[in-house]
């Protein structure tokens, strides 16, 4: 079965959002577009930015639901409550991105932090201010000057400011501050209960700006869609705003 970050409805969403209207083509993996820079050419697939689904080889959900155990009972429906908003929001437009599938970033993605958005935003950083070259785990040695390729292409005059420009153009981000804690908190480990209340808050916010972003997407861009694909990005845009609505309903 197709992703959701794969999904029909993902690609009408990375159309609007980045401007790109490619021919989709698909390997044995995935669903991707060419895209050509330079001399080269990558791969763009998509990616969940925040994993709260059942997981992969070590689930994401059900760690963060054996926290309940551990959850104060005053704070426990509260805690269930935006465990459950998050777990409905995993799966909308609002939690996918492009994201390069060569150089296969997305396996570095799930490597570094268990697919966390806030740790990988920590090895992206890292790397643009030439700490680290985490990023690079799981790429082959042809496809890591691809890769290196394309995230230069977001580098700015001031090296420290690179990772602004890469959240704003991949992610929609515009507030430097929630990049600044997605930064600080990426390296942590998210070991008890307040961790998880604090991990889903930032991406309630993550998810705030990203609605933001697509809204102004489809104020000035919506002409690049067909009259179907306007109706589908419309109710599925509405859908996740009204569920981000019920965030602080207990």
Same mark, same amino acid.
């Given at each position: ?176 501050? %929630? ?64 569920? %981000? ?6």
């Amino acid at each position: 079965m197709e992703e959701f970050d794969t999904s029909y409805l993902a690609w009408i969403l990375y159309k609007l959002f980045y401007g790109i209207d490619k021919e989709i083509a698909k390997n044995k993996e995935r669903s991707y577009v060419e895209i050509d820079f330079g001399n080269k050419i990558i791969n763009m697939s998509g990616d969940t930015d925040y994993n709260f689904g059942p997981g992969w080889s070590h689930s994401i959900r059900k760690k963060y639901e054996n926290y309940l155990e551990k959850v104060p009972s005053e704070y426990e429906d509260l805690y269930n409550t935006q465990l459950s908003r998050c777990v409905k929001l995993y799966k909308s437009v609002l939690n996918i991105s492009f994201m390069p599938q060569t150089g296969n970033l997305q396996s570095a993605k799930k490597g570094i932090g268990n697919d966390r958005l806030d740790t990988f935003i920590w090895a992206l950083n890292s790397y643009y201010i030439d700490e680290t070259s985490l990023l690079f785990n799981n790429s082959t040695f042809n496809n890591t000057s691809y890769l290196k390729e394309y995230l230069d292409l977001f580098k700015t005059e001031h090296k420290e400011e690179t990772i602004y420009n890469y959240c704003y153009k991949i992610y929609g981000i515009e507030s430097h501050e %929630l990049v600044d804690e997605l930064i600080m908190h990426g390296k942590e480990a998210i070991d008890s209960p307040e961790k998880v209340i604090a991990f889903m808050n930032r991406a309630y916010r993550f998810w705030c700006q990203k609605l933001v972003y697509i809204k102004k997407r489809m104020e000035c861009n919506i002409d690049i869609l067909t009259d179907n694909e306007q109706t589908i990005i419309l109710q599925s845009v509405e859908d996740a705003e009204n569920e %981000l609505n019920k965030w602080f309903e207990t």
